[in-house]
C-alpha cells in the first residue's frame, strides 16, 4: 500500500504532469518551460529504483532466480497486464494483473488453450477499449473514505 502510494503521489505531482507532458509531446513541453532531459532523467530513475524493488522482492520470494526465468511469455505476460488495466492509470495495472491471473488460474484446466483464449480477450480490449479497461480514472481514497458532501 505504501508504494501505491508512493507512486500515486509521484504521477499526481508537479514532476508527474511534466512526464505526461513529455510523453504527449516534447517539444510542446519543452515550449513550456520543462526540462525534458531531467525529466527524462528522473522518469528512468524512478522506474529502475520500482523495478528493482520489485526484483528484491521476487527474489525473496523464490528463494532463486535465474535469468532464464525471464523469457519472452514472461514478459508477454506483464505488458498483457498493463494493456489490460489501463496504460495511463496506477489503479489500471493493478487491475490488469489481478485479472490476467485470475484468468489464468481459472483457465487453467484448459492447459494449453488458455494461451489462445486470453490473448483473445486482450485483442477484444484493444479493439473495445484501446486504452484499456481503466485508463484515465483516478482513483482518490478520500473520495472513497473521507466525508460525503452536505
Known amino acids: 500500500m505504501l508504494c501505491l502510494w508512493i507512486i500515486n503521489n509521484f ?8 512526464l505526461n507532458a513529455v510523453r504527449d509531446n516534447e517539444t510542446a513541453a519543452e515550449a513550456m518551460t520543462v526540462d525534458t532531459r531531467r525529466t527524462k532523467i528522473i522518469a528512468f530513475l524512478f522506474g529502475a529504483f520500482w523495478a528493482g524493488v520489485a526484483g528484491g522482492l521476487f527474489a525473496h520470494v523464490l528463494r532463486y532466480i535465474n535469468p ?4 519472452i511469455q514472461q514478459l508477454a ?3 498483457a497486464m498493463v494493456y ?8 489500471g495495472s493493478i487491475v490488469g494483473a489481478v485479472t490476467i491471473n485470475l484468468l489464468s488460474e481459472m483457465l487453467r484446466p484448459l492447459e ?29 481514497l478520500r473520495s472513497v473514505f473521507g466525508p460525503k458532501g452536505p
Open 112 to 140: 494449453m488453450f488458455k494461451w489462445i483464449a486470453i490473448p483473445l480477450l486482450l485483442i477484444l480490449v484493444m479493439i473495445f477499449r484501446p486504452m484499456g479497461l481503466v485508463a484515465f480514472r483516478d482513483f482518490d
Open 11 to 18: 504521477v499526481t505531482s508537479t514532476l508527474g504532469k511534466a
Open 77 to 79: 505476460e506483464v505488458l
Open 84 to 91: 489490460f488495466g489501463g496504460l495511463n492509470s496506477v489503479y
Open 68 to 71: 532464464a526465468m525471464f523469457g
